[in-house]
């Protein structure tokens, strides 16, 4: 015997059947969507809370001691604090590495034309200035840094340090070929400084004849070692490039605010 075909009715409900099971699934993946963006949004929050409340933290803690610290305690310190490092300087507005890493490439053109630039950053710390300079351009900068804290060595090879080393900035000589390197920076660190001019010829010794030299300086410090800084100038050891006006430090801290500012320095090596 022959079926019968299915009356209207049949197709209506199965028509209403599957839109009902299509909207309860497009309710659930909204669901999941909703569930999952305020997931996402409470771990950035959960983040940027955790991140604050570091900054504090330390905030509060180099207010207590960073004046009064030995070698000893200050790599203690910055090893200590290498994992919140980043977080915190960027909480506090620091800008130091963009500004070096602008001055870097205003003056690249100083320097002979190549493939390759060989950088060693002095204070290099969790690697930020290194991080930056390797932006500038598509002449490839292989960075070298040195540190009192190791501690904070693996985030600078995270930014792509080629060689690392524990170095005290007032050890000498450094532990470095003459010539070895077409810019130095030091970002940070000269307020460390215990003699200038040692410092400063150690720099134009493992720099390249022509090479530039890019250092940060307290404004405060600056005006009593300034002197230092000229009388490089007037040895003919090397040509001042620019010295920039102030600039607050960490402007975001309110320990130091517009109470502690810094300027550049760039120099070029005038030896041959």
């Known amino acids: 015997s022959s079926s019968s075909p299915p009356s209207s009715s049949f197709f209506i409900l199965i028509v209403a059947q599957f839109a ?14 909703a569930m999952k963006s305020n997931t996402l949004a409470a771990m950035i929050n959960s983040c940027s809370i955790r991140r604050a409340q570091s900054a504090t933290e330390w905030k509060t803690k180099l207010a207590s001691l960073h004046g009064s610290m030995d070698v000893k305690e200050t790599k203690s310190l910055y090893d200590d604090w290498a994992k ?5 300087l960027q ?3 620091y800008k130091v590495p963009d500004i070096t890493a602008d001055l870097l490439k205003e003056n690249l053109h100083r320097l002979p034309k190549t493939q390759q630039l060989t950088l060693f950053d002095i204070g290099c710390g969790t690697g930020l200035v290194g991080k930056c300079v390797q932006q500038i351009s598509d002449t490839k900068v292989t960075v ?16 792509g ?14 532990p470095y070929e003459t010539s070895s390197f077409d810019v130095l920076t030091c970002c940070g660190t000269l307020t460390y400084a215990q003699d200038f001019v040692k410092i400063f010829k150690e720099w134009t010794r493992i720099t390249k004849p022509g090479g530039l030299i890019i250092c940060t300086h307290r404004s405060d410090m600056m005006e009593r070692d300034i002197k230092f800084f000229e009388q490089m100038e007037t040895k003919k050891i090397w040509k001042k490039i620019k010295l920039t006006d102030s600039v607050p430090y960490l402007p975001n801290n309110e320990n130091y605010g517009s109470k502690v500012q810094v300027q550049f320095y760039v120099a070029q090596s005038l030896k041959e």
């Open 91 to 93: 909480e506090w507005g």
């Open 144 to 159: 070298h840094g040195c540190d009192l804290s190791d501690g904070q060595f693996p985030f600078a090879r995270e930014k």
């Open 84 to 88: 919140d490092y980043d977080s915190c």
């Open 20 to 33: 009902f099971m299509l909207s309860r699934f497009s309710r659930a993946r909204f669901v999941a969507k």
């Open 161 to 174: 340090y080629a060689e690392l080393k524990t170095w005290d900035l007032n050890a000498f000589p450094y």
